[in-house]
Each structure stands twice: as C-alpha cells, then as structure tokens.
C-alpha cells in the first residue's frame, strides 16, 4: 500500500526531473541560437 507522502514525493521528484529536463533543452536550445565566438 502506497501512502500518499510516498505519491507525493515520486509526483514532485517526476515534476522536478522534466523541468531540469527542460531547462537543459533551452539553454542548449539558447547556445545553439547564439552566435559561436
């Protein structure tokens, strides 16, 4: 039986896991757009 701080917990580490996600795919995304110096 799963309790729901357990859910929570894996809710919150899924959500935090795609924003890193995310956030690695735009500044790649932003390094990619900006001209090589």
Do not use: D, N
């Given at each position: 039986?799963?309790?729901?701080l ?10 935090m ?7 690695i795919?735009?500044?790649g ?9």
């Amino acid at each position: 039986m799963v309790t729901e701080l357990q859910m929570g917990c894996s809710l919150a580490r899924s959500i935090m896991v795609r924003l890193a996600i995310i956030m690695i795919s735009v500044c790649g995304m932003f390094v990619r757009l900006r001209p090589a110096p």
